[in-house]
């Protein structure tokens, strides 16, 4: 998602603007791409030969920390329309901040899972550790693209191009980190459902 590089402008009397809808695009692609994965996901578990095992407990703490970075998001998104511009580069810090270390929880996850010999794919692996791999792989890469929004909006507040005048931006961010942690919700209330 490298929507930042185009010319920003704002909204006018003739529609919707076309990043914003292009950043729906991308999103209903995603939950599709999502759908598929978890409909999959059921699909192979009820075909059997389906290892059952305990989910790592950072994907807990990880459930937590997506929570805050989007109230760091929104109050960054706040701030913005307040003008107060320091407010807003902290709490771009602090999601940007909380979003790395989302990130270096699911890496801890993975490493919980590969210390109770459950691999992706190859031999000795089950379908139910792969699932898990990719389901929270292909979340890690969204939110890595995220990141890169978040430091490309945060880059733009520090040269003073996000205020109450110059919306677009911050608010097509925010948008997608509240979709990337309701993703990430609704995958982890999926996998303790069913798991």
Known sequence: MVMANFPIEEDNDHGVHPLKFSLWLIIISI???FAAFTSAYIVRREEGNWLEFNLPGILLVNTIVIILSSVTM???HNSAKENN???LKLMLFLTLGLGIAFL???WY???DLVQHNIYFGGTG???AGSFLYVLTGVHGFHLITGLIFVAIVLSSSLKYRVHSKKMLRIQLCTVYW???GGLWLYLYV???LNH
């Open 104 to 106: 270096v929880g699911q």
């Open 178 to 180: 509240h979709f990337l």
């Open 109 to 111: 996850g993975w490493a």
């Open 74 to 76: 929104q109050l960054a």
């Open 190 to 192: 999926f996998l303790r």
């Open 85 to 87: 511009v320091g407010r």
């Open 125 to 127: 692996s089950n379908p």
């Open 31 to 33: 939950i599709m791409m």
